[in-house]
Protein backbone atom coordinates (compact mmCIF):
# COMPACT_ATOMS: atom_id res chain seq x y z
CA UNK A 1 0.00 0.00 0.00
CA UNK A 2 1.07 3.13 -0.31
CA UNK A 3 0.80 6.35 2.15
CA UNK A 4 1.26 9.99 0.98
CA UNK A 5 1.90 12.33 4.32
CA UNK A 6 2.14 16.12 3.63
CA UNK A 7 2.78 18.62 6.11
CA UNK A 8 3.98 22.59 5.62
CA UNK A 9 0.69 24.36 5.06
CA UNK A 10 -0.30 26.93 6.81
CA UNK A 11 -1.17 31.06 6.87
CA UNK A 12 1.70 33.29 5.69
CA UNK A 13 1.37 37.29 3.95
CA UNK A 14 1.30 38.26 0.53
CA UNK A 15 5.59 38.23 -1.00
CA UNK A 16 6.22 35.35 1.64
CA UNK A 17 7.80 32.18 1.38
CA UNK A 18 6.11 28.57 2.62
CA UNK A 19 7.90 24.80 2.43
CA UNK A 20 5.18 21.61 1.65
CA UNK A 21 6.47 18.13 2.76
CA UNK A 22 5.07 15.01 1.09
CA UNK A 23 6.39 12.08 2.90
CA UNK A 24 5.54 8.78 0.65
CA UNK A 25 5.63 5.26 1.78
CA UNK A 26 5.73 2.70 -1.05
CA UNK A 27 7.00 -0.61 0.29
CA UNK A 28 7.44 -2.61 -2.91
CA UNK A 29 6.35 0.10 -5.38
CA UNK A 30 8.74 2.05 -7.49
CA UNK A 31 7.65 6.10 -7.94
CA UNK A 32 7.37 6.96 -11.37
CA UNK A 33 6.61 10.47 -10.70
CA UNK A 34 5.40 13.03 -7.65
CA UNK A 35 4.22 16.26 -7.50
CA UNK A 36 1.62 19.00 -6.10
CA UNK A 37 -1.66 19.60 -7.46
CA UNK A 38 -3.75 22.50 -5.77
CA UNK A 39 -7.81 23.14 -5.36
CA UNK A 40 -9.03 26.12 -4.71
CA UNK A 41 -12.29 27.12 -3.75
CA UNK A 42 -15.03 26.26 -6.48
CA UNK A 43 -12.54 25.73 -9.14
CA UNK A 44 -11.45 23.04 -10.00
CA UNK A 45 -7.84 20.83 -9.25
CA UNK A 46 -4.99 22.05 -10.91
CA UNK A 47 -1.31 20.82 -11.48
CA UNK A 48 1.24 22.80 -9.51
CA UNK A 49 4.15 20.90 -10.40
CA UNK A 50 5.62 17.65 -10.62
CA UNK A 51 9.01 15.43 -10.43
CA UNK A 52 9.81 12.14 -12.19
CA UNK A 53 12.14 9.16 -10.97
CA UNK A 54 14.25 11.12 -13.67
CA UNK A 55 14.59 14.08 -12.04
CA UNK A 56 12.47 16.09 -15.14
CA UNK A 57 10.12 18.52 -13.16
CA UNK A 58 7.43 20.12 -14.40
CA UNK A 59 5.75 24.02 -13.67
CA UNK A 60 2.13 25.38 -13.80
CA UNK A 61 2.47 28.54 -15.92
CA UNK A 62 1.41 30.58 -12.78
CA UNK A 63 4.04 29.38 -10.87
CA UNK A 64 7.16 29.19 -12.59
CA UNK A 65 10.25 31.18 -11.21
CA UNK A 66 8.46 31.13 -7.87
CA UNK A 67 8.11 27.51 -6.83
CA UNK A 68 10.61 24.72 -6.80
CA UNK A 69 9.86 21.17 -6.49
CA UNK A 70 12.55 18.78 -4.93
CA UNK A 71 13.14 15.27 -3.67
CA UNK A 72 14.85 13.09 -1.77
CA UNK A 73 14.91 9.82 -3.25
CA UNK A 74 16.47 8.60 0.30
CA UNK A 75 13.55 9.64 2.40
CA UNK A 76 10.90 9.22 -0.37
CA UNK A 77 10.32 12.92 0.16
CA UNK A 78 9.24 15.69 -2.58
CA UNK A 79 9.12 19.29 -1.36
CA UNK A 80 7.71 22.47 -2.60
CA UNK A 81 9.44 25.22 -1.86
CA UNK A 82 7.11 28.48 -1.98
CA UNK A 83 8.14 32.23 -2.56
CA UNK A 84 7.18 35.75 -3.27
CA UNK A 85 3.31 33.61 -2.74
CA UNK A 86 0.35 35.62 -3.55
CA UNK A 87 -3.61 35.57 -2.59
CA UNK A 88 -4.27 33.90 -5.99
CA UNK A 89 -1.73 30.93 -4.83
CA UNK A 90 -4.61 30.01 -1.22
CA UNK A 91 -5.75 26.39 -1.86
CA UNK A 92 -5.56 22.99 -0.01
CA UNK A 93 -2.48 21.56 -1.95
CA UNK A 94 -2.44 17.53 -2.57
CA UNK A 95 0.34 15.49 -3.18
CA UNK A 96 0.08 13.33 -5.91
CA UNK A 97 2.38 10.02 -7.12
CA UNK A 98 2.18 7.08 -9.87
CA UNK A 99 3.75 4.23 -8.75
CA UNK A 100 4.22 1.07 -10.51
CA UNK A 101 4.33 -2.38 -9.32
CA UNK A 102 5.16 -5.12 -12.17
CA UNK A 103 3.60 -3.73 -15.41
CA UNK A 104 0.64 -1.22 -13.25
CA UNK A 105 0.65 2.02 -12.92
CA UNK A 106 -1.40 3.15 -9.86
CA UNK A 107 -2.27 6.68 -8.85
CA UNK A 108 -2.55 8.02 -5.17
CA UNK A 109 -3.60 11.32 -3.04
CA UNK A 110 -2.04 12.87 -0.10
CA UNK A 111 -5.20 14.49 2.35
CA UNK A 112 -4.26 18.05 1.46
CA UNK A 113 -2.74 21.01 3.27
CA UNK A 114 -4.16 24.36 3.71
CA UNK A 115 -2.48 27.33 1.99
CA UNK A 116 -3.78 30.60 2.75
CA UNK A 117 -1.75 33.78 1.41
CA UNK A 118 -3.36 36.75 2.64
CA UNK A 119 -3.25 40.19 0.91
Known amino acids: QVRLVESGGGLVQAGGSLRLSCEAS????????IGWYRQAPGKQRELVAH???????TYADSVKGRFTISRDSAKNTVYLQMNSLKPEDTAVYYC?????????????WGQGTQVTVSS
Open 26 to 33: VSTFTIKV
Open 96 to 108: QTVVSYLLTTYDY
Open 51 to 57: ISSGDQT
